[in-house]
């Protein structure tokens, strides 16, 4: 009897197996693609829509394995290009930028020597337009404290909400 051999039934078993998961690994990998090519992302932040996705985590973790050889996923570039987009759009301090890196899944240690790398003076700068932005919006009833509470939600520290109050206390020299 022809064709009727174990043995070739499981080799072509093994074969189909191989072939479909090669398939699903490429589907995977086309579906990252489709995600990073409309925003960069964490690692972490796209193994979370690849799973909520219905990938399972064995495939998923193959994929970030793939996408981060090849430098497609690199946590430090996107936290310092995440950082100077925030700053460039809606000035925030770094407590509020920590925050928000480390929900995206960044680690503390990237998250703490990417924002090591801003400027003291810049921050201050930031806070400082901010400030003045409220207190115009606010008028001439406004007070320091809302002024503080509203920079401290942004993410700034005391000294430099300090160091913005005592400049908005300031008299304006003709």
């Not at 960069?40 to 050889?69: N, P, Y």
Request: hydrophobic residues 40%; charged residues 30%; glycine residues 10%.
């Amino acid at each position: 009897m022809k064709g009727n051999n174990p043995a070739t039934g499981k080799l072509i078993g093994l074969v189909c197996f191989e072939v479909t998961k090669e398939d699903d690994f490429n589907r995977a990998k086309s579906l990252a693609f489709g995600i990073l090519s409309r925003r960069a992302h964490s690692g972490h932040e796209l193994a979370e829509k690849l799973r909520g996705r219905g990938l399972d985590a064995v495939m998923v973790d193959k994929v970030i394995d793939f996408l981060c050889e090849y430098g497609l996923i690199d946590d430090v570039s996107y936290a310092g290009s995440y950082i100077r987009r925030r700053l460039s759009g809606k000035p925030a301090g770094r407590a509020l930028m920590a925050r928000e890196l480390r929900s995206r899944g960044i680690d503390r240690d990237i998250v703490e020597a990417q924002l090591a790398l801003l400027d003291p003076e810049e921050e201050y700068r930031m806070a400082l337009a901010l400030a003045g932005r409220k207190k115009a919006v606010l008028g001439e009833g406004f007070s320091m404290a809302r002024i503080s509470s509203y920079l401290w939600r942004r993410g700034f520290d005391g000294d430099i909400i300090s160091r913005v109050c005592r400049q908005l206390e300031e008299p304006a020299v003709p």
